[in-house]
């Protein structure tokens, strides 16, 4: 059952999802409590839509190991993308409840509470996710839209700048950085990160400005 459990793995990493569910199934007809082929075949429903069935897996994997964190994020993936936000919630907090140095879950958990534009609760969790990981784009990216959002400027800024810092090349964090720079009054550095994005892509609408 090891080796069969390694073969669907290697599938599913090579996005094979056909051929590594039919392998969860097998190892299931075996052994119905596996925990990761639950889990697993959970993974593979999820990305193929089917948020009843992929509930259903993760929690019947949530059920042999309860104190396994990443299931509970992942159950929280689901519901988020079903729109079941307050169930999601709890899930992350079940997540971050048993691994509160997990900066993916603090990331998913304001991510829920951005989508709701409840931002006394998003902007700590967000913040939590950057000091456990300093070059979480996705986090700074949320942080930075709250504060710009929030006409907090200079928060936003930084946020964006942390960006550009870790991408370079990232078009939208110049024009945001630009944006806001051009609010604050610092004209200058807002036709430098303009000029960064025409010659990033001479074609892009900043050139016509």
């Known amino acids: 059952m090891i080796e069969q459990l390694l073969k669907a793995k290697g599938y599913h990493q090579k996005n094979q999802l056909d051929e590594a569910y039919e392998l969860y199934q097998q190892i299931l007809a075996q052994e119905p409590r596996h925990t990761e082929a639950l889990h697993l075949s959970g993974l593979i429903a999820y990305a193929r839509q089917n948020y009843p069935l992929a509930i259903e897996l993760i929690q019947q994997a949530i059920e042999q190991s309860p104190n396994t964190f990443h299931f509970y994020s992942n159950l929280g993936n689901v519901l988020s993308d079903m729109g079941e936000i ?124």
């Open 86 to 209: 307050e169930q999601a919630i709890t899930a992350y907090q079940k997540c971050l409840e048993l691994n509160p140095d997990f900066a993916e879950g603090w990331n998913n958990l304001g991510s829920v509470y951005l989508s709701q534009q409840n931002y006394v609760e998003a902007i700590p969790a967000l913040e939590k996710a950057v000091v456990l990981q300093p070059h979480y784009l996705d986090a700074h990216q949320n942080l930075g839209s709250i504060f710009k959002q929030m006409g907090q400027w200079e928060k936003a800024l930084f946020h964006f700048q942390q960006i550009m810092g870790l991408t370079p090349d990232d078009i939208s964090a110049y024009l945001q950085a630009g944006t806001l720079l051009f609010r604050l009054n610092r004209w200058e550095e807002s036709i430098q990160h303009f000029e960064k994005v025409i010659s990033l892509e001479p074609t892009h609408w900043a050139a016509h400005l």
